[in-house]
């Protein structure tokens, strides 16, 4: 009996931490969700550089980003930042958003302006439970919406996105150079 247990909760073996999630994809139990600080600054600078090459193959400046992502951790009417964190120590993973007001409903659309975990980290249902954590955050704050835009050609991210119940929209981004 007691070696079914850890089965019944979703455990593989006693020793084990990682919850199953479905097919291939485990979520270790020591991983949360938080507010970012301050004091992940460094890493989040980190993750925007490398989310910038990854999905656009474009090179950011560090100290640019830098300043966009201080000034938001500082004031949370710029963005909001949430981070992954294995074990109460390393940063693994972040999301963070931002809030367009509509004049005609009202309220706040969130839109998710950046998302990223480290690559050793994919695969594994994470960006779902950073997307969960701002669903929440979300629907605790009355927001209208979630919404974010992602790159014509990121067909890995979009495939992603669909997963986690995003579907396509009817506008179409368009922008003007200034």
Known sequence: MHSLLPRLMGLDWPWQKTRKMGPATEIPMDIQT?????????????????????AEGISKMHERVREGIKTALCDDSFAIYWVLEQG?????????VVKEW????????WWIQSI????TFRGRGLMQKLIKTVKQA????????LRLYVHKTNKRAICAYRKTG???S???IMQLGI
């Open 166 to 168: 995003f579907s396509d």
């Open 170 to 172: 009817e506008y179409k």
């Open 102 to 109: 509509s004049n005609w409903n009202a309220g706040y659309y």
């Open 116 to 119: 990223y975990v480290l690559p």
């Open 34 to 54: 938080r507010k970012a600080t301050l004091a992940d600054l460094d890493q989040l600078v980190s993750f925007a550089v490398a989310e910038a090459t990854e």
């Open 88 to 96: 109460g120590a390393e940063v693994i993973g972040n999301v963070s």
């Open 138 to 145: 979300a629907r605790n704050e009355k927001a209208l919406d």
